[in-house]
């Protein structure tokens, strides 16, 4: 793990912001930002950050520790949280649609009225909190995370849209 201060973060977060707005609009940003690249949170210690609506659309958090992290209303759209530990974070309200959760340790965290749209959730370890997330349309679940989908109230709408892989 790698110890990311409160400093570090927040550049990380500003820099990323510009290539998001780079990829966005196709322009080159000014020749000082001309090396951009998205936030690379590899390996990152997050623990207990508050990260509350912040912009990490496409970001890499793979093996990220985030115990206890708020990502309440954040943008998280296909960004990579594979290996990640999220015990206890907070993603109410969160858009993680087509992200990479897989394997990912999701044990008590709050997930009400998260996206979860098209997210790769294979080997990921979770509980009833599934039943709170917003939307799992054309999510891919583990034969083991069955027992906890079919108690979501619209199951009955989304079975055929979820696809369930062997780990």
């Not at 496409?58 to 960004?79: C, H, I, K, P, Q």
């Amino acid at each position: 793990m790698r110890a990311i201060t409160q400093e570090e973060l927040s550049q990380i977060l500003a820099d990323h912001a510009l290539w998001l707005d780079d990829q966005r609009t196709g322009e080159r940003a000014q020749l000082e930002y001309s090396n951009l690249h998205r936030a690379n949170l590899h390996l990152a210690n997050l623990h207990r950050a508050n990260l509350h609506h912040a912009a990490l659309h496409r970001a890499e958090l793979t093996d990220a520790n985030l115990t206890g992290v708020d990502l309440s209303y954040s943008n998280l759209v296909d960004t990579n949280l594979a290996d990640a530990n999220l015990t206890d974070a907070n993603l109410s309200g969160a858009n993680l649609s087509y992200s990479n959760l897989v394997d990912t340790n999701l044990i008590g965290v709050n997930l009400a009225g998260a996206n979860l749209t098209g997210v790769h959730l294979a080997g990921a370890k979770f509980g009833l909190n599934i039943i709170d997330a917003a939307s799992i349309y054309h999510a891919t679940f583990s034969k083991d995370a069955l027992i906890w989908l079919i108690l979501r109230d619209d199951w009955a709408k989304v079975k055929d849209t979820v696809k369930i892989v062997d780990n």
